[in-house]
Structure formats: structure tokens, C-alpha cells
């Protein structure tokens, strides 16, 4: 069984310049969110999509967008990178059951580098 | 606004003996909680998690204990082995958010010693 799987493991960009990450959810999953976690903080919620909309999003400016496909998987895409968005980014793949999301199970994470 | 805190950057035990992690909470709206635990190059792996109309959960090793009263979380580990040497991070949600988003605390190093 699969688990969630992202895409690529390490990036590094310039300032300005725009990204695009992917992830692949688990397997029997429709909900994916995104996190972004700096070095020595825990995760923080960027946006969650099901049924490929937007479903919540976090204190993150519109600089940080994303887009969910047919078979679940998910992209996150960032504009205009600033030297404070390097992080490691998590994706977290669950099901909805009744209206609610049930546990979350996160990948490995895209380690973003910018310079 | 940290709404929710590890206060304890790391710590560190000797096998066989107990490890208690803690996390604090701010806000009384949380009503599940989490603990994951995360190893370098890896996304952080869920392990135990409890709702507030409990004030204990237990799965194997690893026992949750939930003060409401006090808005306060711990993680104890019984006996502790080297393998649990990890980043834990304790995470909070509420019920009336549908999409489970999750509020993390900055995360507490466990180390296990031989």
C-alpha cells in the first residue's frame, strides 16, 4: 500500500522566481493539505483541497496556490519567492467520512531551498 | 499566537525508563488532539490521538493523557527504546473545523540512550 509520495525531495529557486511541488495521496485518500514547516517550528496549514477546490486555507498571502486533480493528487505552487519561504513543505493525504476529515498522514516533504 | 506549546525543546532518557512529553493548549475550542512523531528525512508518522471527552487513550508503549481543565497534554512513553529517538510534535484540531486542519506545537527531541 502506498503511502503518500512528493515530489521533488529538494528544490532550490532564486528570489522571484515561481515553484511548482507536487503530491501523490495515499492510497483509498480524496483530501490533501499542504504545510509548511521552518527549521525548528512545527508544521503550519496552508490550504486543504477535496473534490478539487479549496476547502480551508491558512494564513499564507495568495503567493501560495494549488490545485487538486481528478485522481487526488494535488500541486502546490508558489509565486514570487521570497528568501523566507524556504521551508519544508508537507503534504498530508486523509478521507472524508461524513463531512470530516479523519487522520492525516503526511509525506516525506519537499525541502525548498531559496537563494 | 502559539496556540499550542512544547516548552520542552528536548529531552532525553535512558532505555527501559519512561519518556513524558508535554504540550500546553490555549485555546478551549480544540476538542482532538494528536501526537506524531518525525524522523530526519521523513514526514512526520502519526501515532496516538485523543478526543476530549476522554482523558486517556492507550495503544501498546505509548499512553495520551488529556488535562482539560488545565489544557494540558502528555506523552508517555513505556519503556522507551533507542528507536524512539525522534522529533514528537503535538497537534489540536476542533470539531466544528471539517477539514481537520491542524495546529502544531514547535516540537520536542526525544533521545534515547543505550
Known amino acids: 500500500d502506498a503511502g503518500v509520495t512528493q515530489s521533488p525531495t529538494h528544490l532550490i529557486k532564486t528570489r522571484g522566481q515561481q515553484v511548482t511541488l507536487r503530491c501523490s495521496p495515499k492510497?483509498?485518500?480524496?483530501?490533501v493539505s499542504w504545510y509548511q514547516q521552518a527549521l525548528g517550528q512545527g508544521p503550519q496549514f496552508i490550504f486543504q483541497y477535496y473534490e478539487e477546490e479549496e476547502r480551508q486555507r491558512g494564513n499564507f498571502p495568495d503567493r501560495f496556490s494549488g490545485h487538486q486533480f481528478p485522481n487526488y493528487s494535488s500541486e502546490l505552487n508558489v509565486n514570487a519567492l521570497l528568501l523566507g519561504d524556504s521551508a519544508l513543505y508537507l503534504c498530508?493525504?486523509?478521507?472524508?467520512?461524513?463531512?470530516?476529515?479523519?487522520?492525516?498522514?503526511f509525506g516525506p516533504g519537499t525541502r525548498l531551498t531559496v537563494l | 499566537d502559539q496556540q499550542v506549546k512544547q516548552n520542552s525543546p528536548s529531552l532525553s532518557v535512558q532505555e527501559g525508563r519512561i519518556s513524558i512529553l508535554n504540550c500546553d493548549y490555549t485555546n478551549s475550542m480544540f476538542d482532538y488532539f494528536l501526537w506524531y512523531k518525525k524522523y530526519p528525512a521523513e514526514g512526520p508518522t502519526f501515532l496516538i490521538s485523543i478526543s476530549s471527552i476522554k482523558d486517556k487513550n492507550e495503544d501498546g508503549r505509548f499512553t495520551v493523557f488529556l488535562n482539560k481543565s488545565a489544557k494540558h497534554l502528555s506523552l508517555h512513553i513505556v519503556p522507551s527504546q533507542p528507536g524512539d529517538s525522534a522529533v514528537y510534535f503535538c497537534?489540536?484540531?476542533?470539531?466544528?473545523?471539517?477539514?481537520?486542519?491542524?495546529?502544531f506545537g514547535q516540537g520536542t527531541t526525544l533521545q534515547v540512550k543505550p
Open positions: 498530508a493525504s486523509s478521507l472524508v467520512a461524513g463531512g470530516f476529515t479523519d487522520t492525516q498522514y
Open positions: 497537534a489540536a484540531t476542533w470539531g466544528s473545523s471539517n477539514t481537520g486542519k491542524l495546529i
Open positions: 492510497s483509498g485518500h480524496d483530501t
